[in-house]
Structure formats: C-alpha cells, structure tokens
C-alpha cells in the first residue's frame, strides 16, 4: 500500500492470520519472551 498517504512510497504491512487461546504454561511458551510478564500479570488478577 501507498503509505504515507499520497507520498509515492509503497509499504508492507504484516497482517494477522489466525488466533487462539491458550493455557498459561502453553501460553508463556509461545508468547515473545519480552512479553511474558503480561501472562504474569493476568495470572496474578484472575
């Protein structure tokens, strides 16, 4: 797609192809590392 707008400049943008839930332990394994204390957090206010 053009981006910025009108710019002539074309950009590629990742798209999301599938979801799905998961247990935690499941879950931290294949969350980004980075991101594993979210899984943390959600465990300690549920």
């Known amino acids: 797609m ?8 074309t950009a590629a ?9 998961f247990d935690p332990a499941t879950a931290l ?4 590392p980075a991101q594993a204390s ?3 957090e959600l465990m300690t206010r549920i």
């Open 38 to 40: 979210l899984i943390d």
């Open 29 to 32: 394994q294949k969350i980004n």
């Open 2 to 9: 053009v981006w910025p707008p009108r710019s002539g400049k």
């Open 13 to 21: 943008f990742p798209e999301i192809d599938g979801a799905a839930w």
